[in-house]
């Protein structure tokens, strides 16, 4: 069974700060997920990585995959109070499933 | 709309009773799946349809547990004989390239 453990569970930090969550596994997936889930709606997603080593930049955030391909990270510069949610990584392992870790609540507090 | 709908957004039932919920996926989308999302837990797979194949079912907790799919398009996610335990978020997503879900908004259950 693949699992993929995200950490921290909780943050909370201020406007203004930096901050990084990770999402980490002892498998190896093909391409690693990271979504936004706001309260009440579903997730969406945010990138995909597909390749080990890949970095992706989204505006004030970015992804990275790791070498292995076993772990990634996301990376928030100067977090707004619009960051505010539940962020999951979800991973593939070449089929249609995915696995998808229990996620990091953000708070950013104005 | 463009994006994945879901009906009814909550549902509040009596342990027992039966509950239908429905999912209506983004036009043109062959895939569909549904989850199950609990307070501090992640994303549970529940069952996966793609196009005419047979479904996925390995994520089934129990035989209460059914899915259908109708004409490739709309699914309904019965729940027979709910148990408290079944209270959670139920999310559909549909997806047309192999790992790229789209998410609707989830409808929440509760069972009193």
């Known amino acids: 069974t693949q699992l993929l453990e995200q950490s921290p569970q909780f943050l909370s930090i201020q406007e203004g700060e930096n901050l990084t969550v990770y999402c980490n596994s002892s498998s190896v997936f093909s391409s690693l997920q990271w979504y936004r889930q706001e309260p009440g709606e579903g997730p969406v997603l945010l990138v995909t990585v597909v390749t080990g080593g890949e970095v992706k930049k989204l505006k004030r955030l970015t992804f990275q995959f790791g070498d292995a391909r076993k772990d990634s990270s996301l990376h928030i510069t100067a977090a707004q109070p619009g960051d505010t949610g539940l962020y999951l990584c979800?991973?593939?392992?070449?089929?249609?499933?995915?696995?998808f870790g229990k996620g990091t609540k953000l708070s950013v507090i104005p | 709309g463009a994006g994945v709908s879901q009906s009814p957004s909550n549902k509040v039932t009596e342990k027992g009773k039966d509950v239908e919920l429905r999912c209506d996926p983004i036009?043109?989308?062959?895939?569909l799946y549904w989850y199950r999302q609990s307070l501090g837990q992640g994303l549970e797979f529940l069952i996966y349809f793609q196009g005419n194949s047979a479904p996925d079912k390995s994520g089934l907790p129990s035989d209460r547990f059914s899915a259908e799919r109708t004409g490739g398009s709309v699914s309904t996610l019965t729940i027979q004989r709910t148990q408290q335990e079944d209270s959670a978020v139920y999310l559909c997503?549909?997806?047309?390239?192999?790992?790229?879900?789209?998410f609707g908004p989830g409808t929440r259950l509760t069972v009193l």
């Open positions: 997503a549909s997806s047309i390239l192999r790992n790229t879900q789209y």
């Open positions: 036009s043109g989308h062959t895939a």
């Open positions: 979800a991973g593939g392992a070449g089929s249609y499933q995915l696995t």
